[in-house]
């Protein structure tokens, strides 16, 4: 495990989040590896679903799948999972390395019972399920609408923040992944390749790739090309009389058409057209 995580802390936030939104959360490690939830006992519908092999797995692929968007899209993904419930997850990021997931589920997010029993059982019709028992699972279940969904994902950011903010979660200072993310922090507006890294963090390129799938979730060229094209985001925004090409050198690139080249594919629009819708 490249972070550390305070459980006595993060149960007690935990506690508070389902205090007020009465929905069960829960943490992963960067892994997918469930450190904490709360409540501990999961919906009943989600312990039928889990009892059987095929919702088993179907439950793991729904938790990686849901991880790699939210990560993609570096924020909260709502989702409605392959059993049909909703839920909604969220990255954590210890300065611009991932470190884990905070994740609520099992909402029964319908505008009546009989809605959501049709989907439900439709969802899990290939499980071998006895119907009645799974129609008792969420019988009685409160219908939550979008917007408390919505509302609800807003606190889960909130709660994320905090949890971030307060340490919560750390990088274990001494091990690699805490130098590679200093170092790239430091260093990325220089010329950097995979062989200057290594060097400087005395690790070999196999361990280099290794720590930064764990870390960002993609390759390490890809991760500086992230830290670039954020901080001339920053510099597009904030200092208005900067030229393009001092921006450019200033994110690392001597290349001043290359950089424009690399920030209209990165964001989707040239540094120009991003500086004027930011006016």
């Known amino acids: 495990m490249v972070s550390v995580f305070n459980f006595?802390?993060?149960?007690?936030?935990?506690?508070?989040?389902?205090?007020?939104?009465?929905?069960?959360?829960?943490v992963f490690d960067h892994n997918l590896t469930?450190?904490?939830?709360?409540?501990?006992?999961?919906?009943?519908?989600?312990?039928?679903?889990?009892?059987?092999?095929?919702?088993?797995?179907a439950c793991?692929?729904?938790?990686?799948?849901?991880?790699?968007?939210?990560?993609?899209?570096?924020?909260?993904?709502?989702?409605?999972c392959h059993a049909g419930l909703t839920e909604a997850v969220i990255p954590l990021y210890v300065g611009n390395a991932l470190v884990g997931y905070l994740l609520f589920g099992h909402v029964f997010a319908y505008k009546s019972?009989?809605?959501?029993?049709?989907?439900?059982?439709?969802?899990?019709?290939?499980?071998?399920?006895?119907?009645?028992?799974?129609?008792k699972s969420i019988y009685g279940s409160p219908c939550v609408s979008d917007e408390y969904i919505l509302s609800a994902a807003k606190i889960l950011h909130a709660t994320a923040s905090y949890l971030v903010l307060e340490r919560m979660?750390?990088?274990?200072?001494?091990?690699?992944?805490?130098?590679?993310?200093?170092?790239?922090?430091?260093?990325?507006?220089?010329?950097?390749?995979a062989q200057d890294i290594c060097a400087a963090l005395d690790i070999g390129r196999t361990q280099l790739y290794k720590l930064s799938a764990q870390l960002y979730g993609c390759g390490i060229t890809q991760q500086i090309k992230k830290l670039r094209m954020e901080r001339a985001k920053q510099l597009l925004t904030d200092s208005p009389n900067m030229s393009i090409a001092d921006i450019a050198c200033a994110c690392g690139?001597?290349?001043?058409n290359y950089f424009i080249a690399v920030f209209s594919q990165f964001v989707g629009q040239s540094p120009n057209?991003?500086?004027k819708k930011g006016r």
């Not at 990686?64 to 989702?79: E, V």
């Not at 690139?253 to 001043?256: A, F, L, Q, R």
């Open 8 to 26: 006595e802390q993060l149960q007690s936030l935990l506690q508070d989040f389902h205090r007020i939104s009465n929905i069960r959360i829960t």
């Open 34 to 57: 469930e450190l904490v939830s709360y409540p501990e006992q999961r919906a009943p519908l989600c312990q039928i679903v889990r009892g059987t092999e095929e919702g088993m797995l």
């Open 60 to 80: 793991a692929a729904c938790d990686r799948n849901a991880c790699a968007a939210a990560s993609k899209q570096s924020g909260t993904y709502i989702y409605r």
């Open 113 to 135: 019972f009989e809605e959501g029993w049709d989907a439900i059982q439709q969802c899990c019709k290939n499980y071998p399920i006895d119907k009645e028992k799974l129609r």
């Open 169 to 193: 979660a750390t990088l274990k200072e001494d091990s690699s992944a805490s130098k590679l993310n200093r170092y790239l922090n430091e260093n990325y507006t220089h010329p950097l390749t």
């Open 253 to 256: 690139y001597c290349d001043y």
């Open 273 to 275: 057209a991003f500086r």
